[in-house]
């Protein structure tokens, strides 16, 4: 009440004409967002006050701890994530044991370790992939009946990657739950990303004024904060958003999500590139930035040569270290899930650029336009994190000079399946399931193109900096095509025992086209469940191939068997026979264009791998043709991203 007072004077003393005509506390409320919004910095604090006095999505200076581990080299894994892996292999074997004695296989003689990852694309990756997830849940009815549901309690690494760290994220701070009901009770996928559309003043004052707060700490702040928080509102649990606290952290979760603090969710991991100011990167030089619940770091630095990389412990991120020490003062707080989230994705910080172009002077578009006046045009796209490895001398260190490090979001660079921090020797992974969303065909279906890319990047750092990425050959995007790779699931690495065996699922339109552009960042009830169903059904191939759950259950234990093609045994030996890549590489321009139609892929009814009764009349209908008049097949960005603001904005009456 207090506050009320105090804020009521200050409108009327400081600004006369917002307080005339005031009738109740929603007008009052709304002019005075309204009057934040306009202000400076200094005034948007004095609101924020007013509002709560929540500054919680600034980091906080904490007292530094005695003794600390600051920085480590890249050779061993976190000792959070150590004792995190005791817990989750508990839960793995058991659900190993279960998942092979309902398919009639043996229990293989070591726990597997497996990592799911899902690929970057907007909301359409965060849905279709975490309906690859639900396929292997055994809470969803349609995944048991398929034989699948059950898988994903053996899951012991969840890696996303711009949209992927969406799914990742999100999925996690909820507790895993069903993604069905992710989607019924916490995201609001109908509401715009950027615009939502209830309370708009209160939702802008108060998220510029924690981006505000965060600059005040001593903190670059960037397009990326802003979007960090919208992201919050849609996909995080209700109490971490503005109305509550918008002060999540990666490094929090383990002990807020009880099941993951207890082993039984699988470890997020959620990767950024590196662009330095001037620098121009592509996936053979980039370096990869991990964000865990324990700690960031990379396992390679530099960009011309790799070397060794290093890691700190994510909870203490944003405190100044120089040589691995600190000077007194620390900080916490610069990991909050949303920001990583929104550092992931920076490719989507251009659809806020976006306003900038526009010519309205509402208050909102206005103080988004102050903003982008200071940031500029080159550096739209980046996150800044002060450098850890700053003055770091314990090594070969080429980022030692850097004050802050530039993040961006690493589909960037094509890379754009998440599966170097799976490729690690340290982290002895067995098995990748690769859940493939990426917008690549001129149909917006994945066309392998991305997983290609990591291939040749490892084959250059290997040969180039002997850095070890342990990744089995894959073809080419022309090869994926010719060879259907990316209609149906493949498994790639089958006889190279060095590596993981990647087990390849590309979306599909088993059931729908949820081949949605990227930037589509509204979902109806009905295409948002139809797509996350679809995902789910390119995993569980629809329950249509009765080999298939044995098949993948193959797949996912191989290593643990150390099976070779000498011993493996003769169900496995069938699976791998049809499900493996063969080798061949048809790199010639593909005759045709890519445009599966809906149904089951024409590879598995050749093959004659699915059900007689499913094959043959195609649903072919032409559901697709009612999402291109819905103009939702524009191509790039800049289309569609004007699209977006031009509609929801006239919607909302900013623009
Ligand atoms: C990365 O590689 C590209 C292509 O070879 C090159 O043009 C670019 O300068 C390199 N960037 C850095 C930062 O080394
Ligand atoms: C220590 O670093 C902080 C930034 O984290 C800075 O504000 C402070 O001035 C530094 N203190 C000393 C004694 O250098
Ligand atoms: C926004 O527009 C202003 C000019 O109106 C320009 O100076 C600034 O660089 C732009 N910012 C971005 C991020 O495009
Ligand atoms: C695959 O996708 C990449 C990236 O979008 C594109 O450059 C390439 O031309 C595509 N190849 C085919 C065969 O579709
Ligand atoms: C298969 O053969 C390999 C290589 O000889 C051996 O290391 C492995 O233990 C064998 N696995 C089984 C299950 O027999
Ligand atoms: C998918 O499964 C459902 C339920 O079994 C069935 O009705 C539908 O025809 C199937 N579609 C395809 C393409 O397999
Ligand atoms: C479908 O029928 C063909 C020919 O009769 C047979 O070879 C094939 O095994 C059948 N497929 C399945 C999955 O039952
Ligand atoms: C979706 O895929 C179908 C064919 O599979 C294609 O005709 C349609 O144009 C695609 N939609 C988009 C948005 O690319």
Same mark, same amino acid.
């Given at each position: 009440?207090?506050?009320?007072?105090?804020?009521?004077?200050?409108?009327?003393?400081?600004?006369?004409?917002?307080?005339?005509?005031?009738?109740?506390?929603?007008?009052?409320?709304?002019?005075?967002?309204?009057?934040?919004?306009?202000?400076?910095?200094?005034?948007?604090?004095?609101?924020?006050?007013?509002?709560?006095?929540?500054?919680?999505?600034?980091?906080?200076?904490?007292?530094?701890?005695?003794?600390?581990?600051?920085?480590?080299?890249?050779?061993?894994?976190?000792?959070?994530?150590?004792?995190?892996?005791?817990?989750?292999?508990?839960?793995? %074997?058991?659900?190993?044991?279960?998942?092979?004695?309902?398919?009639?296989?043996?229990?293989?003689?070591?726990?597997?370790?497996?990592?799911?990852?899902?690929?970057?694309?907007?909301?359409?990756?965060?849905?279709?992939?975490?309906?690859?997830?639900?396929?292997?849940?055994?809470?969803?009815?349609?995944?048991?009946?398929?034989?699948?549901?059950?898988?994903?309690?053996?899951?012991?690494?969840?890696?996303?990657?711009?949209?992927?760290?969406?799914?990742?994220?999100?999925?996690?701070?909820?507790?895993?739950?069903?993604?069905?009901?992710?989607?019924?009770?916490?995201?609001?996928?109908?509401?715009?990303?950027?615009?939502?559309?209830?309370?708009?003043?209160?939702?802008?004052?108060?998220?510029?004024?924690?981006?505000?707060?965060?600059?005040?700490?001593?903190?670059?702040?960037?397009?990326?904060?802003?979007?960090?928080?919208?992201?919050?509102?849609?996909?995080?649990?209700?109490?971490?958003?503005?109305?509550?606290?918008?002060?999540?952290?990666?490094?929090?979760?383990?002990?807020?999500? %009880?099941?993951?603090?207890?082993?039984?969710?699988?470890?997020?991991?959620?990767?950024?590139?590196?662009?330095?100011?001037?620098?121009?990167?592509?996936?053979?030089?980039?370096?990869?930035?991990?964000?865990?619940?324990?700690?960031?770091?990379?396992?390679?630095?530099?960009?011309?040569?790799?070397?060794?990389?290093?890691?700190?412990?994510?909870?203490?991120?944003?405190?100044?270290?120089?040589?691995?020490?600190?000077?007194?003062?620390?900080?916490?707080?610069?990991?909050?899930?949303?920001?990583?989230?929104?550092?992931?994705?920076?490719?989507?910080?251009?659809?806020?650029?976006?306003?900038?172009?526009?010519?309205?002077?509402?208050?909102?578009?206005?103080?988004?336009?102050?903003?982008?006046?200071?940031?500029?045009? =080159?550096?739209?796209?980046?996150?800044?994190?002060?450098?850890?490895?700053?003055?770091?001398?314990?090594?070969?260190?080429?980022?030692?000079?850097?004050?802050?490090?530039?993040?961006?979001?690493?589909?960037?660079?094509?890379?754009?399946?998440?599966?170097?921090?799976?490729?690690?020797?340290?982290?002895?992974?067995?098995?990748?399931?690769?859940?493939?969303?990426?917008?690549?065909?001129?149909?917006?279906?994945?066309?392998?193109?991305?997983?290609?890319?990591?291939?040749?990047?490892?084959?250059?750092?290997?040969?180039? =900096?002997?850095?070890?990425?342990?990744?089995?050959?894959?073809?080419?995007?022309?090869?994926?095509?010719?060879?259907?790779?990316?209609?149906?699931?493949?498994?790639?690495?089958?006889? =190279?025992?060095?590596?993981?065996?990647?087990?390849?699922?590309?979306?599909?339109?088993?059931?729908?086209?949820?081949?949605?552009?990227?930037?589509?960042?509204?979902?109806?009830?009905?295409?948002?469940?139809?797509?996350?169903?679809?995902?789910?059904?390119?995993?569980?191939?629809?329950?249509?191939?009765?080999?298939?759950?044995?098949?993948?259950?193959?797949?996912?234990?191989?290593?643990?068997?150390?099976?070779?093609?000498?011993?493996?045994?003769?169900?496995?030996?069938?699976?791998?026979?049809?499900?493996?890549?063969?080798?061949?590489?048809? =790199?010639?321009?593909? %005759?045709?264009?890519?445009?599966?139609?809906?149904?089951?892929?024409?590879?598995?009814?050749?093959?004659?791998?699915?059900?007689?009764?499913?094959?043959?009349?195609?649903?072919?209908?032409?559901?697709?043709?009612?999402?291109?008049?819905?103009?939702?097949?524009?191509?790039?960005?800049?289309?569609?991203?004007?699209?977006?603001?031009?509609?929801?904005?006239?919607?909302?009456?900013?623009?």
């Amino acid at each position: 009440m207090m506050k009320y007072i105090i804020f009521i004077t200050l409108l009327l003393s400081v600004t006369p004409e917002a307080a005339h005509g005031l009738h109740g506390p929603h007008e009052l409320a709304v002019d005075a967002a309204q009057w934040a919004l306009e202000g400076h910095s200094h005034e948007r604090y004095l609101a924020r006050t007013f509002f709560g006095g929540d500054v919680s999505y600034a980091p906080e200076k904490v007292s530094c701890p005695e003794e600390k581990e600051w920085l480590w080299t890249a050779d061993k894994l976190a000792k959070g994530e150590k004792a995190f892996l005791e817990k989750r292999e508990k839960v793995v %074997k058991i659900a190993v044991e279960k998942m092979m004695n309902q398919h009639e296989l043996p229990v293989p003689p070591r726990t597997p370790v497996i990592g799911y990852a899902i690929s970057g694309g907007g909301y359409r990756s965060m849905i279709t992939g975490l309906g690859g997830m639900m396929g292997m849940t055994k809470e969803s009815p349609e995944a048991v009946k398929a034989g699948t549901g059950g898988w994903s309690d053996a899951i012991t690494y969840m890696a996303g990657l711009s949209g992927g760290s969406w799914a990742t994220g999100s999925w996690i701070a909820n507790n895993g739950m069903l993604p069905t009901d992710l989607l019924k009770q916490v995201w609001d996928l109908k509401s715009n990303l950027i615009y939502p559309d209830n309370d708009k003043f209160f939702f802008y004052s108060n998220l510029i004024g924690q981006v505000d707060a965060k600059r005040e700490a001593g903190f670059p702040t960037q397009l990326s904060d802003y979007w960090a928080l919208a992201l919050s509102e849609q996909l995080l649990p209700k109490a971490y958003r503005l109305k509550g606290h918008p002060d999540l952290t990666m490094s929090q979760l383990p002990s807020i999500v %009880k099941r993951l603090g207890e082993g039984d969710l699988p470890m997020p991991i959620i990767v950024a590139s590196q662009r330095e100011e001037g620098e121009y990167v592509v996936a053979q030089n980039s370096t990869v930035w991990e964000f865990t619940p324990y700690s960031f770091g990379s396992w390679a630095f530099g960009s011309k040569k790799k070397v060794p990389g290093g890691f700190t412990p994510i909870e203490y991120l944003g405190t100044r270290l120089n040589d691995g020490k600190v000077n007194g003062t620390c900080y916490k707080g610069i990991d909050r899930l949303g920001y990583i989230m929104g550092t992931s994705a920076t490719l989507f910080n251009g659809l806020l650029l976006e306003l900038n172009s526009t010519n309205s002077n509402s208050i909102i578009v206005k103080a988004i336009k102050d903003m982008l006046y200071e940031i500029g045009k =080159d550096r739209f796209d980046v996150s800044r994190i002060p450098n850890p490895f700053k003055g770091w001398s314990a090594q070969e260190n080429p980022i030692k000079e850097f004050e802050y490090l530039t993040l961006v979001d690493a589909g960037e660079t094509d890379q754009n399946l998440p599966l170097e921090p799976l490729l690690v020797p340290e982290r002895k992974v067995d098995a990748i399931i690769a859940f493939d969303a990426s917008r690549q065909t001129i149909t917006s279906w994945p066309n392998g193109s991305s997983i290609h890319t990591t291939f040749n990047r490892a084959c250059i750092l290997h040969e180039r =900096d002997d850095t070890q990425i342990k990744m089995p050959e894959v073809p080419t995007s022309n090869g994926f095509i010719n060879g259907r790779l990316n209609t149906r699931p493949t498994f790639f690495g089958c006889e =190279d025992q060095t590596t993981p065996l990647i087990v390849y699922i590309p979306q599909y339109p088993w059931t729908y086209y949820s081949n949605k552009s990227t930037f589509q960042l509204e979902y109806d009830d009905h295409s948002s469940l139809e797509t996350m169903l679809n995902g789910m059904r390119s995993l569980t191939l629809n329950n249509t191939v009765p080999t298939w759950p044995r098949c993948l259950s193959c797949a996912l234990t191989d290593r643990s068997f150390s099976y070779t093609s000498h011993n493996r045994s003769d169900v496995c030996a069938q699976c791998f026979k049809t499900f493996c890549w063969d080798g061949k590489n048809d =790199d010639s321009t593909p %005759k045709h264009g890519y445009s599966p139609v809906m149904g089951v892929p024409d590879w598995l009814e050749d093959m004659h791998l699915a059900k007689n009764h499913s094959i043959g009349g195609k649903d072919g209908t032409d559901g697709w043709k009612d999402e291109i008049k819905a103009g939702l097949s524009e191509g790039g960005l800049k289309d569609w991203a004007t699209e977006v603001v031009k509609k929801v904005g006239k919607k909302m009456g900013v623009i």
